[in-house]
């Protein structure tokens, strides 16, 4: 849909809940966001679940700039909330969005960033039951949160606390393409490194299909691999060994990296999981993995090991801590 | 010459005399920590990380005069991410931001070139810190600056040499048994600048890359030729021996060498960059904060950078100065050494 003014701006009376408002809703949001539920138009989503336990998550996204390659911050919005369900176990079900819009916003930006809200969960199967929208001073920015609920099947039991000795560590594959992505867009650098930013839960699916069993599963968004294996090590009171050689970075992003003096350990990402499983399951889920369009470049990193926190063999042999990043991952001076 | 495994073996098993190599420049520091290269050595084999982290060596009345800066009307201060959080006598730059204190973050230094266009009224100060990687840029940007005529743009400059410090180094504290030279600044000033200092204190110096198979080359090195007044360049095709002449010839246009104040150093003389001639109305006020020259009060800096000391032997360090509540400047840099040793031994 391209929005017929495209220099039409949001202003204070968008959010009014006047006749502004009321527009913004009736070509905007339902001719994209219509379904069973949402379509009845009451002041809460009403659902029947089943019995059984469910996961919950909220996450709010304020990414600038809003539309990189590989995605928007629409995309981003659904896929982080479905990545985090996926973690737990669960398959997302619902989900709701708020929107927070600054004074100036152009209203095809807006559309274009539903639309692409609308493919996320269409690709992923979860279906917006709720939302609502909050105009605000500023200059064209836009925010967005989305809670998402999933039912988690009988028998799957994935826990940051479940790391035991000798589980296999995999991630799905190439670390920091989204975080660079965003770096470069910010930079004004021209490359061809694209955001990894998708939604995982059919890549979680497909293992528990396989009668694999994942013990814990995190989506390694900011702060990077080496912070997220350091909060896991830390739940299950281990040590996680990894092996330099082993952990997957396309060359480009190395490069990047190396020029901006970022290691992309510590590098955000947006549709890599890590996930720990049995060390006999390992090979399994890496070969399932690797079939699967949003796994194929996903490698075994690591083992949990006795200790505490997480350290690394080198390329060359040697042994160092990983600690977890302090701060943000600022490009440096020189 | 001799393969990987062997020169592996040989400073695994190293039982001479104990050697304290000084890696000059922080990217060294942060190379040698991401290989393990540590791990790797024999426990008589001492890496020391020096004066060469630029964020390590910035006084404090610096950031303090930055700060300043950022809180006066119509100014904006332009800067690096990693000065962002350096402690000043008060706050850091990222601290004063929360009272409203005008802080751009820039990725790249010529930006500032078009804003100081748009935007007459504001006058844009560049946090100039560095070695002589960075002053080139700082000298083209006031050359074209110049050219177009921008009258709000200024400098306050922290800009250092890197060979002022290492004689500094060598002439108080004569116990460092080789160098590794910065692979960067060295593709600027050219191989050939170590000669004299390396015959004069006899110490054998390496001009290295930053691969962990270039590390471990150079170290080696430095075991085969102790006690050798010799320059070794071991990052050929990169560095040469004059450097880069034009990047030269522009330093020395916009800028002459003075006396510097260096964090944990004090002040050394000719150590300094600063604006000269016609550029000298771009300064921001620099050579002022050469006057306060005291050190913060309980940092061991001073012994750290020299090699007196290990980070951890300083009583502050993982008390009163840690990454998330840094005091000293070595402890908020990345490539700081107090910042590596707090993440190779915490958790």
Partial sequence: MVWKDKYMKITMAHGSGGTASHQLMEEIFAPCFHNSVLDLREDAAVLSLDPGEYAMSTDTFVVTPLFYKGGDIGKLSVCGTVNDLSCMGARPQYMTCGFILEEGLSLETLSQVVKSMVEAAKEAGILLVAGDTKVIDGQGGLYINTTGIGRIPSGRN????????????????????????????????????????????????????????????????????????????????????????????????QGFAEILGLDPLYMGNEGKLVL????????????????????????????????NGVELRTRLGGLRRVPPLVGEGLPRIC | MKNQEEILKQLKNYDGPPLKIMEVCGTHTAALFRNGIHSLLSPKIQLISGPGCPVCVTPTQYIDRLVEISLTPHHQVWTFGDMMKVPGEEESLSQAMGRGAQVHMMYSPFQVLEAALANPDITYVLAAVGFETTTPLYAQILKEAREKGLKNIRLLTSLKQILPAMEWILSHRNTIDGFLCPGHVSTIIGWKAYQPLAETYKKPMVVAGFTGTHLLKAIHRILEHGGEGKVFNDYPGVVSEEGNLLAKQLMEEVFQPEEAVWRGLGAIVDSGWYLKGPFAVYDMGS???????????????????????????????????????????????EEGACGIWYGRISI
């Avoid at chain 1, 499983?277 to 083992?303: C, S």
Wanted: aromatic fraction near 2%.
């Fill in chain 2, 287 to 333: 050579y002022d904060l050469r006057k306060d020259k005291k050190l913060p009060p309980g940092c061991l800096c001073r012994e750290v950078i020299i090699g007196d000391n290990t980070p951890a032997e300083c009583p502050m360090f993982g008390t009163e100065c840690s990454p998330n509540h840094p005091y000293g400047p070595c402890m908020v840099s």
């Fill in chain 1, 276 to 307: 720990a499983l049995p060390w006999e399951e390992g090979e399994k889920a890496l070969a399932l993995l690797r079939q699967h369009e949003k796994g194929k470049d996903a490698a075994i990193v690591g083992r949990v090991v006795e200790g």
């Fill in chain 1, 158 to 253: 994935v826990r940051g606390a479940n790391l035991e000795l000798g589980d296999a560590i995999l991630v799905t594959g190439n670390l920091g393409d989204h975080h660079a992505t965003i770096l470069s867009h910010r930079m004004n650098i021209e490359n061809q490194i694209q955001s990894d930013n998708a939604p995982l839960n059919g890549l979680v699916e497909a293992l528990f299909e396989a009668d694999l069993h994942p013990k814990t599963m995190r989506d390694i968004t900011r702060g990077g691999l080496g912070t997220v294996l350091n909060e896991l090590a830390q739940s299950s009171r281990v040590g996680i060994r990894l092996e330099e050689e082993r952990i997957p970075v396309s060359r480009s992003v």
